[in-house]
């Protein structure tokens, strides 16, 4: 086995110990802070907490979460990037003693982000160069549902985050993925399909609380029911986040 020394004494924070939720209410995703345990390690009550944000867009990026005695996690950091495979999380630990001022006293890097659960956070967006004339589709697989986007289009990343685009796919997303779940009575725990539920049931559409199929004379009879609670669920997506509002708003950037 290697065996390594640590003639520094600095402390290895675990990954488990600090939990970062990524927050999409806005053009750009937000990152939190929600959980940094480090009441173990003994450090400093002075010491300073620098969360640390890499982009290849602007670099590194430092924020303070307080010190180690008065952790601030109230706050949310906006991230110049959409895709979180380009941006790297880290925390450190810095004293400021006399003398010794901007040591390293603990870190953690490669820190894994969690989504709040959102269409946006839920919905994989996957390019596809099998869409022929159609802009997008959403396909739903066994590994769930999925926003296939044509990479034949200029900038489809681009496209694919735009206000306008979003506000024309997203409703009927919800429409389509709402009729997949609705069609399910028993969900596996962690599931993609228990995390969909998730969602409609926080919006007050909980699939659970549809009729079942065999309340009904037919499949056919069960599937306009079902068809009818999509385009109410949908309808409600679409007056909640005002689509029809963000969609002349990004028009009029757009010109």
Known sequence: MKRTFNYTQRKKINRDDIQLVIIRTNDLPEVKVIKLDIVRFSLP???Q???????GRVGLVRHSLGTVGSIDLNRSFELNERDLGNIRFRIKIVTDEPGIAGKLLAEVDGLKTEDDGNVRSLLEVKPSDDLGQRIWKIEISESGPELLINTALVDWRDVGQSPVFQSLVFPQAVYEIYKWVG????????SIEEK?????????HNPNDLDSIEDFESEAEFADYLDEKAHEVAQ?????????????LGRVQST
């Open 49 to 55: 907490v620098w969360f640390e944000i890499e982009t």
């Open 45 to 47: 009550v002075a010491s």
């Open 196 to 204: 969909w539920m998730d969602l409609f049931s926080t919006t007050g």
């Open 236 to 248: 409600a997506f679409a007056r909640n986040h005002l689509v029809l509002n963000q969609f002349n």
């Open 183 to 190: 069609k399910y009575d028993a969900y596996t725990e962690g």
